[in-house]
């Protein structure tokens, strides 16, 4: 007998389809699946809502702009709303995360200190490779700290207070370090954000000369060019080494054309758009609230990211989701880039990729938010499945008596401000469960310091790990 059931779910088994069911929950773990799973100590009625594992959300930025315990609490408290239960967060050392460019045998231990026991969310951490001492680090940090995605900056290279090492030797030696580690480590990826440094410069000076002070001047300063030029390097250097890739926040169509390209030819290759690629352009009214790297682009490109989406060519969406406030986004190039969205990416991709363009059915967008983002990170299938042995992670998603519309209050992010503001949707979760503890029940949080760091396996998925 469970400890809990759902009873009268829509069971959402991510890429397979929907069915009338029950699931139930006996400790962290998920324990019976099915139409009849049996009495329970306890019984909830769901009322006919959605019931899929929760959201995996493989790309935040916990600690970038404040206090990393700080902002642990409030904006994971901001994604359990959304139905996120496990984010990726992105970390490294140096401005403005640490005093200097330490090690990560020093700086590392300071994060996990500064979050352990604020997270709302189970969480794993993509740390960013900076320096020469970083590489001779990757060994143990994949074997010892259960890191096992890495990650480059092409858009830092040549800066003397981050990227001073950074360049293509070093790009190439890092993703031959991640290839030695594949007979024993074959979860391990290479993570790139990708924007040619040295076209973002020229194209930046000649903007701000001219005096642009709009998101299509900031498109310009950061051009799909010099997105399409980095994935070039990217895919030649992922060929030549064996290296594994993840490709985050693709913003452009000309940048999926070329990483698509390379797929085709063998690379090992996942690509990742944004919440805010698929929805946001450079017209939106948010205006320089919605400065981002890289850049919104136009209607073009994000009709293209949706048909690459749908059909399967782009496996993994994240929200890049970073806090700060309006009176950090007053001028736009002082402005810093980023907004939060991590609750908003079960809600909001359901409002436009299942209810309006219909190009998506609700197994489809769990198969993309859990199941492909719990993959690509070496959390599947303890984390983004609805079977008996993973993790109890679960989201009821309840459609709404009365449509409604976001407000910044609405997603509780300590930032004072959403990009989305305004718009509509029909659904949302009412209750979400972090390894089989209610942690959100449609109006408060109660899941605070619940999220545990996940010391990832080393190998692909098989059997529920832990």
């Not at 901001?78 to 990560?104: F, H, Q």
């Amino acid at each position: 007998m469970s400890e809990l059931v759902l009873r009268n779910a829509r069971l959402v088994f991510p890429h397979r389809g929907v069915v009338e069911g029950e699931v139930g929950i006996s400790g962290d773990r998920i324990d019976a699946v099915g139409k009849d799973v049996g009495p329970g100590d306890r019984v909830l009625d769901v009322k006919g809502a959605f019931v899929g594992p929760g959201i995996v959300d493989p790309h935040t930025h916990v600690g970038i702009y404040r206090d990393a315990g700080e902002d642990a609490a409030t904006e994971t408290a901001s994604a359990a709303r959304g139905g996120v239960t496990t984010v990726v967060t992105y970390w490294r050392v140096g401005e403005p995360y640490t005093p200097g460019l330490l090690s990560y045998r020093e700086g590392l231990p300071r994060f996990r200190a500064a979050v352990e026991g604020r997270m709302g969310c189970d969480f794993a951490i993509n740390l960013g490779m900076l320096t020469r001492e970083h590489l001779s680090e990757v060994p143990r940090l994949v074997r010892e700290e259960g890191i096992t995605t890495l990650k480059y900056f092409a858009h830092y290279e040549g800066r003397p207070d981050i990227g001073r090492d950074l360049d293509a030797g070093y790009f190439h030696r890092l993703a031959s370090e991640v290839a030695r580690l594949l007979p024993e480590a074959p979860a391990v990826r290479l993570s790139v954000h990708s924007e040619d440094a040295g076209i973002v410069r020229e194209a930046t000076e000649e903007e701000r000369s001219r005096g642009g002070q709009d998101l299509e001047a900031y498109r310009r300063s950061r051009p799909e060019l010099a997105e399409a030029v980095s994935i070039d390097r990217l895919g030649e250097v992922a060929r030549a080494t064996g290296a594994p890739v993840y490709l985050p926040h693709v913003s452009s169509e000309l940048g999926y054309r070329r990483a698509e390209a390379f797929v085709r030819k063998g690379a090992s290759l996942l690509i990742e758009t944004s919440l805010h690629y698929l929805l946001l352009t450079t017209g939106t009214p948010a205006g320089v609230l919605a400065k981002v790297n890289p850049a919104l682009r136009r209607s073009a490109d994000v009709e293209a990211l949706w048909e690459a989406l749908a059909r399967g060519g782009i496996r993994c969406v994240g929200s890049d989701h970073a806090s700060n406030r309006k009176a950090d986004k007053e001028e736009l190039w002082k402005a810093k880039p980023a907004f939060p969205g991590t609750g908003l990416l079960l809600p909001l991709l359901f409002e436009e990729g299942v209810r309006r363009r219909k190009v998506l059915r609700p197994e489809a967008l769990w198969g993309i938010l859990s199941e492909n983002n719990a993959r690509a990170h070496g959390l599947f299938p303890r984390k983004g499945s609805l079977l008996p042995g993973a993790d109890a992670d679960l989201v009821v998603f309840s459609r709404l008596p009365e449509p409604v519309r976001i407000t910044a209050e609405q997603v509780g992010s300590f930032a004072d401000y959403t990009p989305y503001e305004g718009r509509e949707i029909h659904y949302r979760p009412t209750r979400v469960f972090l390894r089989g503890r209610e942690t959100w029940d449609g109006e408060s949080f109660t899941g605070a310091g619940a999220g545990r760091f996940l010391h990832r396996p080393l190998t692909l998925p098989g059997t529920p790990d832990r």
